[in-house]
């Protein structure tokens, strides 16, 4: 299977471009479609060299609760030697572009496109680019929502290519998930997961319920459903879906529709202290 990963470069618009764009941001969803990343609305972090990044989403009431979820964009020799600042903090690393080589408790890791990383919390890690050439991807983090009686999983380094996707069943293999992590394994409190549409599949019903979703196109474009409103997206297009907020998609073609996709999982609903 050929796959594409759709990577931000940046710029800035043409003084001549329009001001309509297909930007949206209401209670239940927020689409930030491609245009919009460009280098005014890149952001830095402290103990990064030669990095900047497109942050897509992070907790804010009446917007993400559970993530948040980054563009990175290291340059030649840039990185970090002190990456992630909150012990209490998982992460996930997807490769969209370049070489990017990761140094977890010691151990050398080599990523290029279609790699997947998971870093438990309280890891030491460091990563560097150590090519001619960019290198972006995406980070997803979270706080770790730790069980009595389940250890905290593993670090996994993967590739997408080295995965069979499984099949959604009913649908004749037209829409299928790549998963990193077992769904059964309850140890994981997120899943970053790929799902491909072939032309013409179709989520045929407003799918409805509990987990928050993040989802970045990385190939081809849809017709999206959120809530009440039909949305056109394709690649380098960022979704963020509340709990709930209901969803259908219609992936038309030409080509292969394919997303990366965050959600929460495996735990309790939180509930509110009694007064």
């Not at 402290?46 to 990044?53: A, N």
């Not at 989403?57 to 030649?76: C, D, K, N, W």
């Not at 996930?92 to 990017?100: D, K, P, S």
């Not at 259908?248 to 529709?257: D, E, L, S």
Request: proline letters at 8%; hydrophobic letters at 40%.
């Amino acid at each position: 299977m050929n796959r594409t990963y759709y990577a931000p470069t940046g710029g800035t618009p043409a003084q001549t471009q329009l001001l309509t764009d297909r930007a949206v941001f209401t209670e239940a969803y927020a689409v930030i479609p491609k245009g919009v990343m460009m280098d005014i609305v890149t952001s830095y972090l402290p103990f990064w060299e030669e990095t900047r990044l497109w942050v897509l989403s992070r907790p804010l009431s009446g917007f993400a609760e559970t993530f948040s979820q980054y563009i990175m964009e290291v340059a030649p020799g840039g990185g970090s030697d002190r990456p992630e600042l909150d012990d209490g903090a998982e992460g996930v690393l997807f490769i969209v572009e370049g070489e990017l080589a990761v140094t977890l408790n010691g151990a050398d890791h080599r990523m290029v496109p279609g790699g997947y990383a998971f870093i438990p919390p309280a890891s030491k890690w460091s990563v560097r680019n150590r090519t001619d050439r960019p290198v972006r991807f995406h980070w997803i983090r979270k706080a770790y929502e730790a069980v009595a009686g389940l250890d905290v999983p593993p670090a996994l380094f993967l590739n997408e290519a080295d995965i069979v996707p499984s099949p959604m069943a009913g649908t004749e293999g037209k829409w299928a998930t790549t998963r990193f992590v077992d769904p059964t394994d309850l140890r994981h409190d997120m899943h970053v997961t790929i799902v491909t549409f072939e032309p013409g599949a179709v989520i045929p019903f407003a799918e409805t319920h509990v987990m928050e979703h993040g989802l970045y196109v990385l190939e081809g474009k849809a017709v999206y459903r959120l809530n009440k409103d039909w949305v056109e997206v394709e690649a380098g297009d960022y979704m963020w879906l509340r709990a709930f907020c209901p969803q259908a998609c219609y992936a038309g073609g030409p080509g292969r529709f394919r997303y990366l996709l965050y959600k929460d999982v495996n735990r309790h609903m939180k509930l509110k202290p009694r007064a």
